[in-house]
């Protein structure tokens, strides 16, 4: 069992930086990718950025430059550093967890607003 907790929305200008952060606790598997979604109203959820046990990651293009995960993997968390928000980054931003074995975890969920 795999729980995993958001913090760090809240609202904020445009041109503003903010950091998400996703702290995993439970039976983590060694080979995994834990991945940032966003989703805002009337909008079909969107990968933002993912990370593996590896440390590859992976940006949408609409993000990159601007965002950045990262991982900590002594307090299995997870950051997404967001850099120039624009108001087109309203949304909700997901956590996801995704082991090679066994099945998927979503986080709440956590709300970012970007005013201009």
């Known amino acids: 069992q795999v729980q995993l907790v958001e913090s760090g929305g809240g609202l904020l200008q445009a041109g503003g930086s903010l950091r998400l952060s996703c702290a995993a606790s439970g039976n983590i598997f060694s080979i995994f990718t834990m991945d940032w979604y966003r989703q805002a109203p009337g909008k079909q959820r969107e990968l933002v950025a993912a990370i593996t046990s590896g440390d590859t990651t992976n940006y949408a293009d609409s993000v990159k430059g601007r965002f950045t995960i990262s991982r900590d993997n002594a307090k299995n968390t997870v950051y997404l550093q967001m850099n120039s928000v624009k108001p087109e980054d309203t949304a909700v931003y997901y956590c996801?967890?995704?082991?090679?074995?066994?099945?998927?975890?979503w986080g709440q969920g956590t709300q970012v607003t970007v005013s201009s």
């Open positions: 996801h967890y995704k082991p090679l074995i066994g099945r998927e975890y």
